[in-house]
DNA sequence: ATGAACCTTGTACAGTCGTACACATGAGTG
DNA sequence: CACTCATGTGTACGACTGTACAAGGTTCAT
């Protein structure tokens, strides 16, 4: 699997460890928060491997970020790839929304962060990009592209309520808003 | 108006213009860039003034992101209230989706940061709560309880996914997707 | 064994940060 | 006038930042 074990490495999947505690260092801390010394200490590795490793800052926090989205995206993916009728599409949507997606705080932490950063710089914005195009992708196994676009910014703003809402939320009205988006299809 | 000018304040008005910069910084910089410096420059006031009239940078960005989302509340709350006829609140919503709303590209940035905060803070949770409170009770002068959280959930995914997708959003997607959410009500 | 090429690390530097605080300055009161 | 006190400000401090880089290790081909 992952031998490619170039020359001699002496700690082959450094890097990996690196970017997999800086998420980790940007769910607690934030992105504000994280600096290459608490990276450095989350990954346990010395600081000189931080410019060793990443030109920068900014390269870290984009491999990192990229890593995330994708993963996010693939779990999303493989959901919607194993419905295999209508119905079960449409119970797959409500258990993303109402368990799966976000179920951990860090998850939505670093979503937002992830869009924050967005929103402001484009090279992130290729990133939440293809993280979109992505889902729309796995929904249109199911639904029409128009449905699709309304599903998923639907799944968007309910996560979204979801989590930054006190009271919380009825999974019957999450069933009722995918079904209402999707029944006009 | 706002002539309190209580004792002898030689600037009345300081405590306002700081918080307003502090939004323009956090706009162009974001909250990770913000710094006392950075607002006080931009406020046009001496450090010093800084830590006379704030606690600490915590009270700064509370106070700078209350008066955000009370004013872009405000706008909403405006929006809705000029509607009389159902027609012309569904009107009304396309028109905040694909117009009015995070038009300007500091409204969207300013956002994202407020829940890149309220997803990890509390503090700045009961902010995002209080607004999508109101916002629920606006939409609630023209739709039921449930329909109203359907249709502010499609707001902010509807949004979110204009500022973040490069290709332009589809104005026929928008109402149809609208008009779905509001027919089954 | 020799050397090249890469991996790894500790430390140093210049800069920015939040915050504190002693001092100046003005307005209101008597 | 002088007295009081809130308002306003410049500067200094210790902590932390990103980044550079020289020095030391290890691996591999020769």
């Known amino acids: ?37 608490k990276v450095a200490a989350a990954a346990g590795v010395p600081l000189g491997s931080m410019t060793y490793y990443f030109s ?6 984009r491999e990192a970020f990229a890593r995330f989205a994708t993963s996010v ?25 109402t368990d799966t997606v976000f179920d951990s705080h860090r998850d939505l932490v670093l979503s ?27 929904l249109e196994r199911h639904f029409d592209p128009a449905t699709a676009r309304m599903v998923d910014a639907l799944i968007e703003g309910l996560t979204i309520h979801r989590a930054l809402d006190t009271e919380p939320q009825d999974p019957r009205t999450v069933a009722a808003a995918v079904d209402r988006i999707l029944g006009g299809a």
Do not use: K
């Open 112 to 138: 937002h962060e992830l869009y924050t950063l967005a929103a402001r710089e484009p090279a992130f914005r290729d990133l939440t990009n293809a993280w979109m195009a992505r889902s729309r992708a796995a």
């Open 56 to 61: 920068g800052m900014d390269e870290l926090l």
């Open 1 to 37: 699997m992952t031998q490619e074990r170039a020359r001699g490495r002496r700690d082959p999947d450094r890097r990996e460890r690196i970017i997999a505690a800086c998420l980790d260092v940007i769910a607690g801390s934030g992105v504000a928060g994280t600096s290459h010394r």
């Open 73 to 97: 995206s693939d779990e999303f993916e493989r959901a919607m790839a194993a419905a295999r009728t209508p119905a079960e599409a449409r119970a797959a949507l409500i258990a993303l929304i």
